[in-house]
């Protein structure tokens, strides 16, 4: 069974920072292109960041480029956060669209349940 395990998400205040991390069973981590997504109750789920597994290039979201760093070792994949804003308030979700290279629309068919990360002013 495929499952997706976030953590390290929180509260922290604007301009602070988390580090997301996530594991995964079931299926080889390693192999494929692996992101993150974000979803805020009543709105549609977004693509944050993408790193392929071929060559580890990345591909992030306009609104997070210069503050937010993907990574990946042989445990996982992770997510630095830096100078957050209250507008990256959102369940973050670790993802995959079982492909090995990240699609530059960061669009993913899988994904886990989720880390709540809440950013106050």
């Known amino acids: 069974q495929v499952q997706f395990v976030e953590s390290g998400g929180g509260l922290v205040q604007s301009g602070g920072s988390l580090r997301l991390s996530c594991a995964a069973s079931g299926f080889n981590l390693n192999y494929y292109a692996v992101g993150w997504v974000r979803q805020v109750p009543g709105k549609e789920r977004e693509g944050v960041a993408c790193?392929?597994?071929?060559?580890?290039s990345v591909i992030y979201r306009d609104s997070v480029k210069g503050r937010f760093t993907i990574s990946r070792d042989n445990a996982g994949v992770y997510l630095q956060m830096d100078s957050l804003k209250p507008e990256d308030t959102a369940i973050y979700s670790c993802?995959?669209?079982?492909?090995?290279?990240?699609?530059?629309?960061?669009?993913?068919?899988?994904w886990g349940q989720g880390s709540q990360v809440t950013v106050s002013p």
């Open positions: 790193i392929s597994s071929i060559d580890d």
């Open positions: 993802a995959t669209d079982w492909v090995r290279r990240c699609t530059r629309a960061l669009d993913f068919g899988a």
